[in-house]
């Protein structure tokens, strides 16, 4: 419950209108009316009597509501209430609005048959709503008689058809006037030069209160930071807008986020423009043309850089850096992150944070980092949340407790459904005592037996660009969806019979490196080669294929490993039917799995648990989901056709 009766009315109103009266320029023409108001101090009108107040009740036949029958008692109507309503009615000029307007007959125009109450609301309030504007820029002031609250409180609703928006809600009339007090003072600041230095109480009392949400939050703690903020831009307090959007983009608020004036200062450029330009880069699709709005203000040479930083970060070679400690933390941290361990990378981010040093006193946290290819996908709003409560900067407070590890031991969440509920199919490589950046040449042409085929298009080096067509190079870092996309770019010929995978590689533990598939092609069964052999020439490898048979949607599983450059033991799960080789350990022996219980997800899932305890081994879930890892395109996993074979070839181009 709210108590509006026991708000300060006089106090606010000559607080305002004082404010008003020492904004205006002494040579500004106004009319009568104005400048009375501007030597008395006083937008206001003498008080309305109880009687006044009792008559409009019974011409009206409600009773008004609490805040707005307490503000007629101190003022019977209001002078520029906002920007935007000159006049605001009193005891004479309130009225029921009756659809004089309208604007009910408009917005029931724009419903569809399933619009629900909100939507309703938006027609109605014209026909029950009490007009509270007399002169006004095209904007209505309704209080809502069926939008009250348990203390009799009606909603207000201010609604202009300019701002092409939805009629606006405030909670009740004492919050409206709130609200229009605010308006007034954003239009006051950043006035053009001549006039008065727009300074008082509140804009004192205001900025006094930025600085402390400003170290509120280096000191982590970014909720209460964010509320004094918030009140602050309310006012249109210069830099307030830009240091919120600061802790809004690390909790993944990206809409509307753009550090205005900060973004164009030459102290902060260098950590605001990628974080800003990195959104764009995400869903412009190429269209920069409003990029400059954002940037309004920066002189040719910034704008330049900011183009050629979105360029950097749409083609996946932006380089996040920073000074001192932190730095090396982050050169750490990319390192860990572009083999798969983000878990790993976080930690070593957090390590280094309480060591960060800002650029200026408006920086709030490091921000740059979220457009790296490689750490920004290390974001989450849980990790957001933990980065803004760490104290920093050189301000002290209490350590947060640390977000949870987004990667789970092992490699059983293989068996958890997709988004879509459906189960995965996947395929790796796993090979022992090798660092990942070796498993191009053990997997790729040359490098064992298999099926030929052309070799695939490669990157070279960690930041992405084009490379050329060795096999045996990596990528730069790129999510799944981006590096199938490169695959597919240049390549003209397409053979049913050719299956060479597109896998990602990084760390699969503490001696044992990781090749990963997670979109492969359908399972062939009769012609399948695993390059367990060739991987596993001189150290341990191990081949796990899983999935669904595309014509039956049966499930299959296979599994197999060699040591030396020779296998060991495989065995093959489908068609309800096991297929084995050599001495299978006890832990792995497929009896176990493939009996008289239905295959699924709980076998699926043994198995992998199987797998990963025998080899102690795991898969970082995040980097392979939603990071970015090095890729490369690996043999045929086929062997060739053989006589009487038949098989499907298309070129392209």
Known sequence: MTDTTAFDWRSFLLGWSGEWADSLPDDETRDEQDEAARRARWLGFPPAPEERIAALEERLGR???????????VSDGWRHAGGFVWLLAGTQDARWHADESGLAEMFEEQLDE?????????????????????????????????????????AVYTWASWRAAPPERHANFREFMRDMHREFHNLRVGRSDGEPEFVNDTTRRLDALLEEGRLEAL????????????????????????????????LGETYMVHFDGLAT??????????????ERAAHSHRDDSTLRFHLRGADDDLVSRAHATLDEVRSRTYRYTAAGPFGAAVERARELARWGDCDGAWRTLMDGLPLWEPLGPDHLAPLGWVADPVLGPLLTAERGRELLSTPRGGQTGEAPRPAADHDPAGLAWLAEPDPGHNRRSYRFVLVEGVPPEELPARLTEGSGSGAGGRDGDGVHGE????GGSDGASLSGPLTAWEARRRSLENRREFSSFDDRALMAVGRAGADWSFAFDGEPAPFPRERLVSPAVGAGAGTRSVVVWCGLRAAHREPFFHLSVARDGAEQYAFTYTDGEVRSSGAIPPALDPTRFFGAVPVGADVERSLLEAVSGEFGVSLPRHAILRGRLHTFTTRSWTRPPRDGETYMVIRVG
Do not use: C, N
């Not at 703690?221 to 830009?242: C, F, I, M, N, Q």
């Not at 200062?265 to 990195?278: C, G, I, K, N, R």
């Open 463 to 466: 930041d992405g660009g084009d």
């Open 63 to 73: 009773r008004m509501p609490p805040s707005y029958r307490e503000f007629l008692k």
């Open 265 to 278: 200062d030459p102290t902060y450029a260098s950590e605001l423009l990628p974080a800003l330009v990195a």
């Open 219 to 250: 000191r982590g703690e970014w909720e209460r930071a964010v509320r004094t903020l918030d009140e602050a831009k309310a006012y249109g307090r210069p830099r307030a807008a830009a240091l919120g959007d600061q802790i809004r983009r690390l």
């Open 114 to 154: 399933d619009a629900g109450p909100e939507e309703r609301l938006e027609v109605d309030i014209w026909r029950r709503g009490l007009q509270l504007d007399v002169t006004s820029d095209i904007t209505h002031v309704l209080m809502d008689p069926e939008d009250m609250d348990e203390d009799g409180e009606w």
